[in-house]
């Protein structure tokens, strides 16, 4: 997401004060660094709000108004393959997919979208209340973020059947912005931050912590808002593709084994 532009840079000094990763120390919660497999060339004009692995492709969803877009990418080369775009006063958010087709959230138009990708255009499906920040998907079941610290699944019928509270110890974690539902987990990029959150998707609770500083290190980012962004899962390789906003590259990463299970968690 994009908020506050003006005070970005005060936003970002408040967040620095207390460091994710540190917080996680006191809390013994196992913090990995993920392993890069490959290095895959992107599109550094994307504002990248949504990333998923499909059928052999990566899609993507792009926000900004008059920027807004959904994308089909070589998950070799990264060549966008296919584009299109949205209404100029829509702002694109999450991307998921479902057997029933490919869903694009919008930030604040409170419109879901479906992709219409035979006729390259988008059908309004539902519309919901707040801000759209995440979208993914298991089954035929959808997972929403808006920004606080709650996930919101969605059945079929685009109804809420269940929400939890992610918790990171007993503090809650709010900023929750692309997310990917990978069996009994939920990876979560978290807005200005460089590390993404492993959480339980039974009880909201963060069981593992992905270092990605390096990464964003090696993206040398340009400004403020080419923040980390973008969780894809394949499952063929069992690895994460992840990116961010502008950047030059998406990254092939091993997935990070988990020192023991959340049921043998307290």
């Known amino acids: 997401m994009i908020r506050f532009n003006f005070f970005s840079p005060v936003l970002i000094f408040i967040l620095s004060l207390c460091p994710i990763s540190s917080f996680a120390q006191t809390q013994k919660i196992e913090t990995v660094k993920p392993k890069i497999m490959a290095v895959i060339p992107h599109d550094e004009t994307a504002f990248t709000q949504g990333l998923l692995y499909q059928n052999g492709f990566l899609f993507e969803s792009t926000g900004m108004y008059g920027a807004s877009s959904f994308r089909k990418v070589s998950a070799s080369n990264g060549q966008i393959l296919k584009q299109i775009n949205l209404e100029s006063k829509y702002f694109g958010e999450g991307l998921a997919w479902t057997p029933q087709g490919f869903y694009l959230l919008t930030w604040k138009s409170g419109i879901l979208f479906q992709v219409d990708t035979a006729k390259n255009k988008f059908n309004i499906v539902t519309r919901y209340k707040g801000e759209g920040w995440g979208l993914s998907s298991q089954h035929k079941n959808l997972l929403m973020s808006n920004g606080s610290d709650t996930l919101y699944f969605l059945g079929p019928d685009f109804k809420v059947f269940k929400k939890i509270s992610v918790r990171l110890g007993q503090k809650p974690v709010s900023r929750l912005n692309e997310i990917e539902w990978v069996g009994d987990f939920i990876f979560a990029n978290l807005w200005y931050e460089t590390e993404i959150l492993r959480i339980d998707a039974r009880s909201g609770r963060v069981v593992q912590i992905l270092d990605c500083s390096e ?13 980390l962004n973008g969780i894809a899962y394949r499952e063929d390789k069992n690895t994460l593709v992840l990116t961010g906003k502008y950047w030059r590259h998406y990254y092939e990463v091993g997935m990070p084994p988990l020192a023991s299970s959340p049921a043998s968690r307290p």
């Open 215 to 227: 990464l964003v290190r090696m993206e040398k980012p340009k400004n403020l808002d080419c923040v």
